[in-house]
């Protein structure tokens, strides 16, 4: 039974949607964002996307692209983030990794998945991998029993929904906008479009709505919709502007009510 | 392979295609499309709309047209004997693509997309752009046809490409600095990219090499091989045989897959790409993928490409802003891997050595990228030794580059300094002006020396 799936059926048996939030590993430092994530987990998020420093993070925008650079040249690479892994698994959560294809592809497909099962970790968001291309991890994950999460966009076609949600297991991460990642002040419209759509295409499936949210008001308006909100940027920035874990803390705490109060407007 | 049945009247007569890549764009286990889903509906419907146009009568009319009265196409085959001197006897055959309209081959696949985005109705363009050549020409294309146009360039790249920056300006292109990463081509890369998830619905990304997801390293290249298509005609009518080596730089790999592809066929012809050496390959500072790197993805296909035990790309360093780049194009590392095509690393210091002699033998100021072919030149002439017969892709001219070469050879006060000098003292160039810029030269008869130079304001008197 996949992690995610469980965790985020949980959340429903308590009517209300799951929290997952997003760092990368290594801002301003490896301990220091560790100690981030656990925060987030202890403050309430059911899953951590623990992400890994790429140093070309085509999807991101400014924000998390700052985070990253830093770790990327202070040399953060799998053996710390597998590290991260085991630390969000010890406090509770669903540790789902979140990396670009060439830093998985570069450890090795079949030891990455290994490594990342050791570690207690539910699988991996791949954000640059369509099922398409990702026969090797397709069966690298099948064989360790991890989740794979792919991505679908405003602009997926009908049967690409299909396909993508067919090859996806845990959850579905629903990208509710054109662009790159950054906290937006309205989350689009197009978002509850889209998460019909996919509905459609795989009802059996858990929805995850990322891009954009950044406090508990919009993470509500998603929660009436949508079966997890994934937020990213603004957890970025709490790190950026020097608020650490307490930051993180109280974003958590703002997050988690949010998802509580489904659809009640700010 | 495409089998072509003898042209009917009347009849579209393509040249036939290489039998790669596949139906998703895979040259082998290189190519694909590693890009977020958002992307694949637009690269869907280019792929479709380029298969519809490339055998469609009307655009092969336009385009054709277009690269005649518009490029000037066929860019002619000059031979350079004086060069040859010093390419151990060696015959060498320059294709021109410096002639081109705008300076260089990358009109060539401008022209090509620039009609394409056109005919899926969208009406801005977006460009990387390293050396600017292409961001140039994707300047002058969108100026052409009516289109507004943005141009991402590393903030590096427009400081020693500046007179390609005010170009893409006069031509009415927004240009923006890139101050991410190494500030150079692959971030231009990533910043273009961005751009066009976000305003895919107005945009279209014209890419300017054989990079990139699928569609792009086959459309670039059917637009390019116009080159080679071109050259092998041209060298066959002159000298009734092919030539011994097909020579040309490798960036993104372009110029190089342009006036490669008519010959992969001619199992005797060799094929060889001359990447960027830098200060040499062992120092780790280059840009020479497939020398030095390994198989990889970036920007949206699986390659060779310069990276680090984690995965991360390794910022690669070259003379050229055109060549400093970390990844190549996927058939690249296909034909180096299936042999079909060599692949070899030219130093900074080689570069410019070829560089200098082609000015002073030729009076052919070359690109400072075209420059490693010339390189190449010299040392597989002195290889295979006299009589063989060299064709050089001459990718580009070499204004935008006048600069970085005055201050590589240290002419005139007024040369802006760069942090190439300081690498020049370390190699122990010091004073010494460089291969083929003697201090004892002679003037050329009618040459102006400086001290005879007429003052601007007294121009007008005197004349
Ligand atoms: C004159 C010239 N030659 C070569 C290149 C390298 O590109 P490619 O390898 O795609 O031909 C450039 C790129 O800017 C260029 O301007």
């Not at chain 2, 002639?99 to 990387?128: D, F, P």
């Not at chain 2, 194009?329 to 692949?343: K, M, Q, V």
Request: charged share 20%; with cysteine; aromatic share 6%.
């Amino acid at each position: 039974m996949s992690g995610l799936a469980e965790r985020i059926a949980a959340a429903k048996a308590e009517g209300r949607a799951a929290l997952i939030g997003y760092l990368p590993v290594g801002y301003p430092d490896v301990d220091a964002s560790i100690e981030a994530m656990v925060a987030m987990v202890e403050a309430g998020a059911d899953a951590i996307e623990i992400g890994v420093p790429y140093s070309d993070p085509g999807i991101d925008g400014p924000v998390i692209q700052e985070a990253v650079d830093v770790a990327v040249r202070a040399g953060v690479g799998m053996r710390d983030v597998l590290k991260a892994v085991e630390a969000v698994s010890g406090a509770g959560a669903v540790a789902v990794v979140m990396s670009y294809w060439n830093p998985i592809e570069r450890y090795g497909v079949e030891r990455f998945a290994t490594d990342l099962a050791a570690a207690g970790g539910a699988g991996a968001i791949t954000p640059d991998l369509i099922p398409d291309e990702a026969g090797e991890w397709i069966a690298a994950s099948d064989r360790a029993g991890l989740d794979r999460v792919f991505l679908v966009a405003p602009s997926s076609t009908d049967a690409r929904l299909r396909s993508t949600t067919a090859a996806s297991r845990g959850f579905v991460y629903v990208a509710s906008t054109m662009g790159v990642t950054g906290a937006r002040d309205t989350v689009s419209d197009a978002a509850r479009t889209l998460v019909d759509r996919t509905r459609e295409a795989r009802p059996d499936i858990a929805l995850c709505v990322g891009l954009g949210v950044s406090n508990g008001a919009q993470a509500a308006e998603l929660a009436a919709f949508a079966d997890g909100v994934i937020v990213g940027s603004a957890y970025v920035r709490e790190m950026l502007e020097g608020r650490g874990a307490d930051g993180v803390r109280a974003l958590t705490a703002d997050l988690a009510a949010g998802v509580r109060r489904a659809g009640v407007p700010a | 392979m495409t089998t072509t049945s003898p042209p009917q009247p009347g009849e579209l007569s393509l040249p036939a295609r290489p039998g790669w890549p596949d139906e998703t764009g895979h040259f082998g286990i290189f190519g694909g499309r590693f890009v977020p889903e958002a992307l694949i509906a637009a690269l869907d419907e280019l792929t479709e709309a380029y298969e519809a146009m490339r055998v469609d009568p009307a655009f092969l009319e336009e385009f054709a047209r277009l690269q005649r009265d518009y490029t000037g196409r066929p860019s002619p085959v000059t031979e350079v004997p004086k060069f040859a001197e010093h390419c151990g006897g060696a015959r060498v055959l320059l294709k021109r693509e410096d002639l081109n309209h705008t300076g260089s081959h990358k009109i060539n696949n401008v022209l090509g997309q620039a009609l394409l985005t056109k005919r899926i109705g969208k009406s801005r363009v977006i460009a990387e752009t390293g050396a600017g050549q292409h961001g140039v020409a994707t300047a002058t294309a969108a100026a052409l046809m009516g289109l507004s146009c943005t141009v991402y360039m590393g903030e590096e790249d427009t400081r020693r490409q500046a007179l390609n920056v005010a170009r893409m300006r006069l031509l009415g292109a927004e240009v923006i600095p890139v101050t991410t990463g190494s500030r150079t081509l692959k971030d231009a890369i990533n910043e273009a990219f961005r751009d066009w998830v976000t305003n895919v619905e107005t945009t279209n990304y014209v890419f300017g090499t054989v990079a990139g997801p699928h569609p792009f390293p086959a459309m670039v290249r059917d637009f390019q091989r116009v080159i080679g298509d071109e050259a092998r005609v041209q060298v066959l009518e002159r000298e009734g045989r092919l030539p011994d080596a097909v020579l040309a730089c490798v960036g993104g790999g372009s110029n190089a897959i342009g006036i490669f592809t008519a010959f992969v066929p001619d199992d005797g012809v060799r094929l060889i790409g001359f990447e960027a050496g830098g200060d040499g390959v062992e120092t780790g500072r280059h840009a020479a993928t497939i020398t030095g790197g390994t198989p990889g993805v970036l920007h949206g296909a699986r390659s060779y490409l310069l990276q680090d035990d984690n995965g991360q790309t390794i910022e690669s360093h070259s003379i050229s802003a055109g060549l400093d780049y970390p990844g190549v194009g996927p058939e690249h590392s296909y034909l180096n891997d299936i042999g079909r095509a060599e692949y070899r690393p030219i130093t900074d210091a080689e570069a410019m050595e070829a560089f200098a002699l082609l000015c002073r033998t030729e009076g052919i100021i070359p690109a400072i990228e075209s420059a490693h072919a010339l390189a190449g030149a010299m040392k597989l002439g002195r290889e295979v030794g006299p009589g063989a017969l060299l064709l050089v892709n001459l990718s580009g001219r070499g204004d935008k580059d006048v600069e970085t070469a005055s201050a590589w050879f240290e002419l005139g006060e007024e040369a802006a300094p760069t942090d190439e000098d300081d690498r020049a003292v370390e190699v122990g160039r010091g004073a010494d002006p460089g291969p083929g810029l003697d201090t004892d030269q002679q003037p050329t008869e009618g040459a102006v020396s400086n001290d005879g130079a007429v003052a601007g304001p007294e121009a007008g008197e005197t004349a």
